[in-house]
C-alpha cells in the first residue's frame, strides 16, 4: 500500500532540489522516499510555481559572475592578439 505524504512535505522535498540544487537521488534517500516520488513532485511544484524558473539559485549566480569575468578576460586577450597581429603583420613587410 502506498504511502500519503501532506502537500507540505512534498512542497518541502521539491524545494530541497529546487532551491539547493540538489541531487534528487540524495533528497530521496535522505527522506526514504523513492527517487520516482521526489522527481514528480518537483516537476509538479515548477509547474504551480512558473516564477521559480526565472530565479536563479545561488550555484547559477555564482557560475554567472564566474563566467562573466571570464569573458571579460577573454576580450581583452582577443584585443591584445589582435594588435600583436597587427603589429608583426607590419613588422615584417619589406
Given at each position: 500500500m502506498p504511502r500519503k505524504y501532506s502537500a507540505e512535505?512534498?512542497?518541502?522535498?521539491?524545494?530541497?532540489?529546487?532551491?539547493h540544487s540538489r541531487p534528487i537521488s540524495a533528497v530521496a534517500k535522505e527522506n526514504s522516499v523513492s527517487e520516482q516520488s521526489v522527481s514528480r513532485w518537483v516537476q509538479i511544484y515548477r509547474k504551480e510555481h512558473p516564477e521559480l524558473e526565472d530565479q536563479l539559485n545561488e550555484s547559477e549566480r555564482d557560475e554567472l559572475i564566474r563566467l562573466r569575468?571570464?569573458?571579460a578576460r577573454l576580450k581583452e586577450e582577443v584585443e591584445i592578439l589582435g594588435k600583436a597581429t597587427a603589429f608583426f603583420a607590419k613588422k615584417s613587410q619589406p
Open positions: 512535505f512534498k512542497s518541502s522535498i521539491a524545494l530541497e532540489v529546487i532551491e569575468r571570464q569573458n
